[in-house]
């Protein structure tokens, strides 16, 4: 039943003389020679000729290739793949909506702005922080507005000393590469065996160099600091400010609040938490909220009403500029906040105790044949090591990753976070069945009784089978070419 | 209402597994003091009917293209989108995938995002491309820290004020806290004169940086200005319109080191500002430099072509803060929908839909220049934008033109407080000529209001 043809390369597939889309004729005089003539080129780039048939056997043969939230259980821990409404892709394509020009004037788009400063008041309320810009792209691009929204508050408050930037060991990649790039210096902070911030190596780092302490709570193995009061404190007290990796929110919503926990600016991924479908690898949107003394540093342009209209804002003399150019993701923003609108208050605390219920359940379920090295309950995702099956039956994080695909499971993150050996992490979301989790546990346990050297060559069911990503890496083909 | 499919019998038996008699107590990890004591103060929920009404009336209350005819521009452009691409877009085994991670579960994507990046090769005449940055305005500066990790010790950026000015202000806002020159290079020409650059280039300049065509719809002089890079081992950068590759030369023909641009144009809605796409294309010597995620061709067990995430050893997941990016989530559904785009114009389509652009926008120009006061602010050579001064206030005269039924053109006394009487209008291929007569009337009418 599978299609082989349709999914050779389109360049492979490409007929000189096919077409699929047709222009109108030019219906203004033709006039030769409007360009100097060393500007045009001899002849258009060479693209692919097909027909309309043959370009969607190609891309739809091609989906099928693919697991994805529709169609399979996707416990990507730390990626947060709940299920995508279909209202939200209705709605988006409303051409109200999806027909706006960015730069089109204020009161030409008065539902767009209203829609867009009730998503800053939401927001601002779920992370109990005062302000809110929706700017950034994703979530990585909000750690990085916040970190220059920080460096320009010590700016203004003459406190350039500040250029270091704590990280817990544990934390996301981007926290370090989002600190470089905004032009301060990293400094690692050791996680505890229990997978918590090591208070003491906490202490003996920070001082008057210090800028922002990034958090991310839950961390990445599914813990909630039990000591967030006194590391918020002892930030405070050195003049530092918190940042919270927003990364794990649907493990909190409703239930904490960041701001109240001593969290002085935040990203939140409306992606994940508030479910923009993840469009293999983005896009995402990744607003910031901020304590109001850092407002004045937000990226511009911000919504605010003035008595009955919604405008764009932009002269906010403190501002740190922008991060790209117009407003932001507003295409994921909608669906967020269609997601809540959807939810409403009960329903967002719901959404948030089953998301820790699932977790919780699912860990309780495997827990006596895998190990999980921080302990017997998690917030919305947890950290299962394949040590000690890697040891004794040759059985690595890697392989049961692998195996997992032969039985329609997506894989769960594999070694990450880097404090956790051969890591296993497993985020159900809410939006997953008591029963889809007891057919997973068992097909796990199944998994972990196998034979180590057959699932070396798993998965066996699958399109391709163990890619040599050695000889890509070495001899790197990037293209295709004729 | 919520999508949680656990009934309260599965929510007991679940508690019972855990071992644990109520939901409050899964939250025992958050202390008492912090835990949210009342209903989150958001508004109440909204069943499927009631929130297609709500979201319905907030639609109705913008006035979109589809309501008055656009001719606003600068990166973002009301070009048509082939019904292919939504259709090929609205496959949720696209949407709903993530990060193609695991390469067996994902060699749709993967394929995809290969067959994107050999596009993108195509249409910026350049080696190697990413499989996509968020969009043009980060572009750039992703497009510098490149050029700073590339040759770290060259202190000066140049860049011509005719780069959108959203993009320049991005680029310096990502600059503020590196220790690195940008120096704005005036365009009063409408395009940056090479004696200009001549004058401000030095064995310092890492990379200069132009958009070609420019903010103002005008063409840079990117033969001169690429020798000039060559003559002093400055990188050139070039914001590129993909559309406009339909008839103009290709970056990597006019000796262009790092292409990027705003990919919109390719079969992406306008969505008031994004997601859009951002486009990066470069030489092959740099390809470890080069910021986002890269798929690459390789063989599996059974010697069977396929594709995986590769040189990642690149990025923030792997090199933390030695990365060459900090961006993870990029825009894959944007990627695809771009290689639909392209698939679908093929070379024809692509020359055709440049060329309509260019025809229609230079009827308007003509016809708009034949009203009173009415002028080309550049003698420039231009492709599907253009720039005119007009009589008295250009935001008036837009304000009227919106109640005629016409997004007028961009007023570009915001960014240029040197060109108030400034209007820079786009064309696309979707323009009929009776819409551009209808604009031409409009606009004599509203420059009399």
């Known amino acids: 039943m599978t299609n082989n043809q349709s999914t050779d390369l389109l360049f492979e597939i490409s007929q000189p003389g096919r077409r699929c889309h047709r222009l109108p004729a030019c219906d203004v005089p033709v006039r030769q020679s409007l360009l100097p003539t060393d500007a045009v080129a001899d002849a258009p780039p060479p693209l692919p000729e097909l027909g309309e048939i043959d370009l969607i056997r190609h891309f739809v043969n091609l989906s099928k290739r693919n697991m994805s939230i529709d169609t399979n259980f996707y416990p990507l821990g730390s990626c947060t793949m709940k299920y995508n409404p279909k209202r939200h892709e209705r709605l988006a394509a409303l051409p109200g909506m999806a027909n706006l020009h960015p730069l089109q004037s204020d009161d030409s788009c008065q539902g767009m702005l209203e829609m867009l400063w009730s998503m800053q008041n939401i927001l601002a309320e779920i992370a109990g922080l005062d302000a809110v810009a929706l700017q950034p792209a994703a979530g990585a691009h909000g750690e990085l507005t916040a970190l220059l929204v920080a460096e320009a508050f010590y700016r203004d408050r003459k406190e350039k000393q500040r250029t270091r930037v704590l990280i817990p060991d544990s934390a996301h990649g981007t926290n370090p590469a989002s600190a470089a790039i905004a032009g301060f210096d990293t400094v690692s902070i050791k996680s505890t065996a229990k997978g918590l911030v090591d208070l003491a190596d906490l202490t003996s780092k920070l001082d008057e160099r210090t800028a922002v302490f990034m958090i991310t709570n839950p961390n990445t193995i599914g813990l909630f600091e039990s000591q967030i009061g006194a590391i918020t404190k002892l930030i405070h007290d050195a003049g530092a400010l918190v940042y919270l990796d927003g990364a794990n929110m649907n493990a909190i919503v409703g239930v904490t609040r960041p701001g109240d926990f001593g969290a002085d600016m935040m990203h939140y991924n409306v992606h994940k938490t508030f479910t923009g479908p993840h469009g293999a690898g983005g896009p995402g949107s990744g607003p910031i909220a901020v304590r109001g003394d850092l407002a004045p540093y937000l990226p511009t342009p911000l919504v605010v009403k003035d008595g009955t209209t919604f405008k764009l804002e932009y002269n906010r003399p403190k501002t740190i500029g922008r991060v790209r150019s117009f407003f932001g993701n507003v295409g994921i923003l909608l669906r967020g906040y269609c997601y809540i609108r959807t939810l409403g208050p009960v329903g967002l605390r719901e959404m948030t105790e089953n998301a820790v219920l699932n977790a919780n359940y699912l860990l309780a379920l495997v827990q006596h044949a895998l190990d999980v090295p921080n302990g017997n309950r998690c917030m919305h995702e947890f950290v299962a090591s394949a040590s000690k099956l890697k040891r004794t039956k040759h059985i690595s994080a890697m392989e049961i990753a692998k195996r997992l695909l032969d039985f329609g499971y997506h894989a769960p993150t594999v070694y990450f976070p880097l404090v956790v050996p051969e890591a296993l992490m497993i985020e159900p979301t809410e939006t997953e069945s008591k029963e889809t989790l007891d057919a997973f546990a068992a097909t796990l346990l199944k998994i972990i009784e196998e034979d180590g050297n057959f699932l070396h060559n798993a998965p066996y069911t699958t399109p391709i089978s163990r890619p040599n990503d050695a000889k890509a890496f070495k001899e790197p083909i990037l293209r295709w070419k004729a | ?449």
Request: charged share 20%.
């Open chain 2, 1 to 449: 209402m919520s999508y949680i499919l656990n009934t309260e019998a599965d929510r007991k038996a679940m508690l019972e597994k855990i071992g644990i008699a109520s939901l409050a107590e899964l939250f025992q990890m958050v202390p008492a003091d912090f835990q949210l004591r009342r209903p989150l103060q958001v508004p109440p929920a909204l069943s499927e009917i009631e929130l297609q009404q709500h979201m319905g009336e907030l639609a109705a209350r913008n006035t979109c293209a589809d309501d008055a005819v656009c001719f606003l521009g600068g990166g973002s452009y009301d070009h048509f989108i082939p019904s292919v691409v939504d259709a090929v877009a609205s496959r949720s085994e696209y949407y709903t995938a993530y990060t193609p991670y695991q390469a067996e579960a994902s060699q749709g994507s993967l394929q995809a995002f290969f067959e994107y990046q050999t596009l993108i090769c195509e249409l910026t005449g350049l080696d190697v491309s990413n499989a996509s940055l968020y969009e043009g305005g980060s572009a750039v500066a992703e497009s510098v820290l490149m050029s700073i990790s590339i040759d770290p010790d060259r202190p000066k950026v140049l860049i011509a004020e005719s780069v959108h000015p959203e993009y320049r202000q991005t680029l310096a806002t990502y600059m503020a806290n590196l220790a690195k020159e940008i120096i704005t290079l005036p365009t009063p020409g409408g395009v940056l004169d090479p004696d200009e650059l001549k004058k401000q280039i030095d064995d310092k300049t890492l990379c200069v940086i132009v958009q070609h065509p420019n903010f103002f719809g005008n063409l840079e002089a990117v033969d001169a200005i690429s020798k000039l890079c060559k003559e002093k081992g400055a990188l050139f950068v070039v914001s590129f319109d993909a559309i406009s590759v339909g008839v103009l030369k290709r970056p990597g023909q006019y000796g262009a080191d790092i292409a990027i641009g705003e990919g919109q144009c390719l079969g992406n809605p306008m969505v008031f500002g994004g997601p859009y796409l951002g486009i990066m294309a470069c030489r092959d010597q740099f390809v470890r430099k080069i910021p986002g995620r890269l798929v690459g061709q390789t063989v599996d067990r059974n010697n069977k072509r396929c594709w995986v995430l590769t040189l990642q050893t690149r990025e923030q997941h792997i090199r933390r803060e030695k990365a060459t990016s900090n961006i993870c989530t990029n825009q894959g559904l944007f990627a695809l929908r771009a290689a639909v785009y392209l698939a679908a114009l093929g070379p024809q389509g692509l020359r055709e839909t440049a060329n309509l652009c260019l025809q229609k926008a230079h009827y308007l120009a003509d016809e708009l220049c034949k009203l009173p006061g009415v002028s080309l602010r550049f003698k420039q050579p231009y492709f599907k934008e253009f720039t005119v001064q007009v009589p008295g206030d250009a935001k008036a005269l837009l304000a009227n033109l919106l109640k005629a039924g016409f997004h007028g053109g961009l007023s570009l006394g915001r960014w240029y407080p040197m060109l108030g009487n400034c209007v820079t209008i786009a064309v696309t291929e979707r323009r009929t000529r009776a819409e551009l007569d209808g604009f031409v009337s409009a606009f004599r009418q509203s420059i009399r209001a």
